[in-house]
């Protein structure tokens, strides 16, 4: 599954050097990549962790701004999306500004961890994202060990 966000970058959503803040960017990664995960489990969801957040191109006030979503890996109770971010000029080229990683738990009625149906990676390209899933899920765990 595919969600997208489509956005005119407007005054309020800019720092004083007309470029995008962060910190709005961040917030539109996480809602974005929670509906994505909301639409796969068909529960509530919570952010468990956000990863590789890095800011390889600025965007600017009136450019226009997408950002895809797509679930990337299933384990019992939690799954992990994937967001790029990209600008897209008016003559219709796209450039990428970022790449982010966020982590979701499904939750069930009462607030407590929930399973859900696991996400078949189809397409030779899923299955090698769902390998380097693992391998990430893998580094974020050591940082719990
Ligand atoms: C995320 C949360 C629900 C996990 O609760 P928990 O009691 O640790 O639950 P569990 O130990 O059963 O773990 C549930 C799943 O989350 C995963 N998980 C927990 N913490 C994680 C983390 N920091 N990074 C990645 N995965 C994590 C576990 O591996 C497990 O996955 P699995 O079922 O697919 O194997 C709990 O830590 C929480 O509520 N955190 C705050 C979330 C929040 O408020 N987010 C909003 C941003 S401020």
Redesign the pocket.
């Known amino acids: 599954m595919l969600t997208q966000h489509v956005q005119i970058i407007l005054p309020q959503h800019v720092n004083a050097s007309n470029r995008l803040f962060g910190g709005q960017l961040m917030a539109w990664i996480d809602i974005v990549a929670a509906v994505e995960a909301r639409r796969h489990a068909h529960t509530e969801v919570?952010?468990?962790?956000v990863d590789n957040l890095q800011f390889i191109h600025p965007a600017y006030l009136n450019d226009t701004i997408r950002l895809d979503a797509q679930v990337t890996w299933?384990?019992?109770?939690?799954?992990e999306v994937r967001v790029d971010t990209y600008v897209e000029s008016l003559s219709g080229e796209e450039r990428q500004v970022n790449c982010a990683f966020i982590?979701f738990?499904a939750?069930d009625a009462s607030g407590k961890?929930t399973t859900f149906p696991a996400f078949i990676p189809q397409t030779e390209e899923e299955r090698k994202e769902w390998s380097r899933a693992e391998e990430r899920?893998a580094i974020?765990?050591k940082g719990?060990e």
Do not use: E, H, K
């Open positions: 919570t952010t468990a962790a299933t384990g019992r109770t939690s799954m982590v738990v939750l961890p899920r974020r765990m719990f």
